[in-house]
């Protein structure tokens, strides 16, 4: 059996199976099947389950919903599997999706991972036709070329803010060069006079990362995919909302470090990047790199700034091109900056992030779910 018959036989299977299909007398019916999981921005704002009741296809579907009245975070029902057997193909992940007061925005997400899980090579999380409100059950798609070194693939429903969603009758098909992609990434600013802090990419016209997006306005003020709105004001202080917070900082560049300090919701905000130290701290959370090597990427010169504890603990942060320049555009920088972690790798554990599952998941193929 080729290489071809054995990928479309496994992808076959899964779309048999995966959503739509009929559980077992012996299944849980409101048990996550096995293979997929829920990831979240904080632990306990989201629960991911099986409905039987109103499916959109088939006999049962996922849903994903908030636990909480306040859009404070996102939360993701998902699997993560190796992706040895899509390499060179171009990928369509698929599903019927309906939505129930989604006050934030929820859709489908893929994303195709290297080496380096913080540089994904392909993104797409349904951002630019965001799912708002209530809408009727209707059949959406991401469609990601798959490298020749790609690594894992993980894919899923994504929710940001409160509200219900449903996902059904879920398809992993590959598709011939006819099907256009949706790379998020591939419409990232990755000019010379772009900068990069982490995946946060930006320059004087954009802001964007795998779950983020900021544009300029008419009136000079700063929107995002959330209804954020931030602007500067005396020059180098920017105030506004964001992440659902009050912001209030200011901005300093040109000397030997650029400083960003204020006032982030309830916490103080510190930032201090210099040419041999990054510092970040926001009310008890607190990361202190030091600079362990500059390296030439596509998006030019980057400093890469690691934690010094030790060889276990791997925890670091890229900072690329324009955010090295002694006068950066203040807005975007801070944008930036702040859609970046406060805590260390330590200070993470226990909190469950999209970006990187468990290993061993990676080694299996896509999963049912009702399996």
Not at 138 to 162: F, H, N
Not at 234 to 260: D, F, H, M, Y
Not at 322 to 335: G, Y
Request: net charge positive; aromatic share 8%.
């Amino acid at each position: 059996m080729t290489d071809r018959m054995k990928q479309i036989l496994t992808l076959l299977w899964v779309a048999a199976l995966a959503l739509g299909g009929s559980a077992s007398a012996a299944d849980d019916p409101k048990a996550l099947p096995p293979g997929w999981f829920v990831t979240e921005s904080t632990p306990k704002l989201y629960e991911a389950g099986l409905d039987t009741e109103n499916p959109c296809e088939g006999n049962r579907s996922a849903y994903l919903r908030s636990l909480h009245a306040i859009p404070s975070g996102y939360g993701t029902f998902m699997q993560a599997f190796g992706a040895q057997s899509f390499r060179g193909k171009r990928l369509r992940f698929s599903a019927v999706v309906r939505t129930e007061n989604v006050q934030g925005w929820s859709g489908l997400w893929m994303r195709v991972e290297g080496e380096d899980p913080k540089e994904p090579l392909a993104f797409d999380n349904m951002q630019s036709r965001a799912l708002v409100g209530t809408t009727q059950c209707k059949r959406y798609e991401v469609v990601l070329d798959v490298p020749q070194e790609a690594k894992a693939i993980m894919a899923g429903l994504m929710l940001s803010g409160t509200g219900k969603a449903w996902m059904g009758a879920v398809r992993f098909e590959p598709v011939d060069a006819s099907v256009p992609v949706t790379n998020l990434i591939s419409e990232r600013p990755r000019s010379l006079a772009a900068g990069r802090i982490g995946d946060v990419w930006f320059n004087a016209e954009k802001v964007d990362s795998p779950l983020y997006r900021s544009v300029p306005q008419p009136d000079g003020s700063w929107k995002d995919n959330r209804s954020h709105v931030l602007s500067l004001v005396e020059g180098n202080r920017v105030k506004g909302t964001l992440g659902n917070q009050a912001l209030n900082v200011t901005v300093k560049t040109g000397g030997p470090s650029t400083l960003i300090q204020g006032q982030w919701g309830p916490d103080p905000v510190f930032i201090e990047l210099g040419a041999e130290k990054l510092v970040m701290k926001k009310g008890i959370y607190s990361r202190e790199l030091v600079r362990e090597d500059e390296r030439p990427r596509d998006d030019g010169r980057c400093i890469r700034y690691r934690d010094a504890g030790g060889i276990i603990v791997s925890d670091y942060l890229d900072v690329c091109g324009l955010a090295l320049s002694k006068n950066p555009p203040p807005l975007p920088l801070v944008i930036a900056f702040l859609n970046n972690d406060f805590r260390s790798v330590s200070a993470q554990q226990g909190s469950v992030t999209p970006s990187r599952p468990p290993v061993d998941r990676l080694s299996q193929p896509p999963r049912a779910v009702n399996r």
